[in-house]
């Protein structure tokens, strides 16, 4: 059992603030369940913001044409996706390594920057 801790600022009880988040978690999902946290549909609040200008004047003009929205990701950076992609072989022991590899390297990183 969890005991009320005596401070130089009072009493608390740790347990209050466990009984507080979960209240106020349970009131969060009952008000989201029953409908809540909607946006508004009619009015300005159904309208697209952007930095105050109406959107809705500019459209036709605002439409981007392309087969993917990553596309010039993926054309710029082709090279490297194709050889990550060579590198996976859907073996899941490679991606332990790799994993091992990459938590090895950033700690080594971690040490090395803070033990200056």
Do not use: Q
């Not at 209050?16 to 988040?21: A, G, L, N, Q, R």
């Not at 105050?52 to 990701?73: I, T």
């Not at 992609?85 to 040490?111: C, E, N, P, Q, R």
């Amino acid at each position: 059992m969890i005991n009320t801790l005596e401070s130089p600022l009072g009493m608390w009880d740790p347990l209050y603030i466990i009984y507080f988040i979960t209240l106020l978690l349970l009131v969060g999902i009952t008000y989201w369940s029953l409908g809540g946290f909607h946006a508004k549909t009619g009015g300005e609040g159904g309208k697209p913001f952007l930095s105050g200008e109406d959107v809705l004047l500019y459209v036709k003009y605002a439409r981007v044409e392309g087969e993917h929205a990553l596309w010039g990701l993926r054309e710029g950076l082709g090279k490297f996706f194709t050889t990550i992609k060579d590198m996976h072989s859907g073996i899941l022991t490679d991606y332990v390594i790799w994993y091992i590899i990459a938590t090895g390297i950033a700690f080594v990183i971690m040490l090395t920057t803070f033990m200056r």
